[in-house]
Each structure stands twice: as C-alpha cells, then as structure tokens.
Nanobody, 116 residues
Framework: VQLQASGGGLVQAGGSLRLSCTAS????????MGWYRQAPGKERELVAG???????DYADSVKGRFTISRDGARNTVSLQMNSLKLEDTAVYYC???????????WGQGTLVTVSS
C-alpha cells in the first residue's frame, strides 16, 4: 500500500484547510484510514480515522472542527479542517491499516502551519 497526501500549507487562525490522501496498491478487506499529526517536541497523535465501513473517530481536541470523509471507490480519505487554532500546527500524516493487522502504512507527511 502506498499513500500520497496533498493539501496543507499556511493559514491564519480561524481559517480552513483540506487534506487529502489516496491509497494505491492492492486494497482489499476491512481497513481504517486516517490522519495523525506530530507537533515539534511532541509524540505523534491520532487526529481522526474512518473505517472502510464508515465509522469515524476523532481526537477530542478536533471534534466539531474537523471532519473526515472517505471515497471508498477511490481509496481516498480527506480531512476538512475548520476553525484552525495555533495548536493545530503540525506535520500531518496519512495512515492506512488493515483491521486484522498491526502494520501501519504512512504517507509522506504534510505541514500545516496556523499563524496568528
């Protein structure tokens, strides 16, 4: 599985950005796609995830502001980020994992910078 992420960039606080990620390769079976982020000096953390069946999960810090969606036919996951805060600044990584496996696949990371 290969992941190609796009989006990210510089935005003022309160603004919006959209991240997208496409998985390629042989994709089959139940899986989860999502976004993690890592801020300087901090550990990587889950931002949001979405199952191939549609269930979603969000970090408490982004609930009500971020929305994850998925196009199953294209194996694409998107993250709409609204009302961005300074603390959302981080490198965002796309993630893919089959539900029966512990192996994670990662995209290349895309930088989101929120300025005041």
């Amino acid at each position: 599985v290969q992941l190609q992420a796009s989006g990210g960039g510089l935005v003022q606080a309160g603004g919006s950005l959209r991240l997208s990620c496409t998985a390629s390769g042989i994709i089959f079976g139940d899986n989860v796609m999502g976004w993690y982020r890592q801020a300087p000096g901090k550990e990587r953390e889950l931002v949001a995830g979405i199952l191939s069946g549609g269930g979603t999960d969000y970090a408490d810090s982004v609930k009500g502001r971020f929305t994850i969606s998925r196009d199953g036919a294209r194996n694409t996951v998107s993250l709409q980020m609204n009302s961005l805060k300074l603390e959302d600044t981080a490198v965002y990584y796309c993630n893919f994992r089959y539900l029966w496996s512990t192996q994670n696949y990662w995209g290349q990371g895309t930088l989101v910078t929120v300025s005041s």
